[in-house]
């Protein structure tokens, strides 16, 4: 199974000069957790929502964010994966690495096509072989199966 079946395929982006509010404005909007953060087409960062509330203050029951610009908390070290890669490669690789999301780039296009998160592998575990919600067999051979272990 490939990253391309499994993806979130509708991507926004935020170009550096965004602040903390748009992405959390954002984020709101889409429901999402991770944003890749974008100079002239190309990512150049990731920012997540636990990066944006690391800097934000509850002051009377109300979120209050600093006005700074994301790519002063956005990760730069981002880490990303193609299209075509089997999808337990990649889940390994973001269990060994602990980060949440990877972009995702066709290989041939070497352009962004989407992006991978914990929530759509969860999704995707969710429906392999229709699993009985009380048969913990089949989640372990699911389990399996996703990181052929």
């Given at each position: 199974?490939?990253?391309?079946?499994?993806m979130?395929?509708?991507?926004?982006?935020?170009?550096?000069?965004a602040?903390?509010?748009?992405?959390?404005d954002?984020?709101?909007?889409l429901?999402?957790?991770?944003?890749?953060?974008?100079y002239?087409?190309?990512?150049v960062?990731?920012?997540?929502?636990?990066?944006?509330?690391?800097h934000?203050?509850?002051?009377?029951?109300?979120?209050?964010l600093?006005k700074?610009?994301?790519?002063?908390?956005?990760?730069?070290?981002?880490?990303?994966?193609?299209?075509?890669?089997?999808?337990?490669?990649?889940?390994?690789?973001m269990?060994?690495?602990?980060?949440?999301?990877?972009?995702?780039?066709?290989?041939?296009?070497?352009?962004?096509?989407?992006?991978?998160?914990?929530?759509?592998?969860?999704?995707?575990l969710?429906k392999?072989?229709?699993?009985?919600?009380?048969?913990?067999?089949?989640?372990?051979?699911?389990?399996?199966?996703?990181?052929?272990v």
């Amino acid at each position: 199974m490939k990253v391309s079946e499994n993806m979130t395929e509708d991507v926004y982006y935020l170009h550096i000069d965004a602040d903390i509010q748009q992405a959390h404005d954002l984020m709101a909007t889409l429901h999402c957790r991770h944003i890749p953060v974008a100079y002239e087409g190309n990512i150049v960062g990731m920012v997540s929502d636990r990066d944006i509330l690391l800097h934000a203050k509850l002051e009377y029951g109300e979120l209050v964010l600093p006005k700074m610009k994301i790519t002063e908390i956005m990760k730069k070290d981002i880490q990303v994966c193609w299209s075509d890669q089997h999808i337990s490669d990649v889940a390994k690789h973001m269990v060994e690495q602990r980060v949440d999301s990877l972009p995702v780039f066709d290989r041939e296009r070497n352009m962004l096509i989407g992006i991978i998160t914990t929530t759509d592998l969860l999704n995707m575990l969710a429906k392999i072989n229709d699993l009985d919600k009380h048969d913990f067999s089949s989640v372990s051979v699911a389990l399996e199966t996703l990181l052929k272990v």
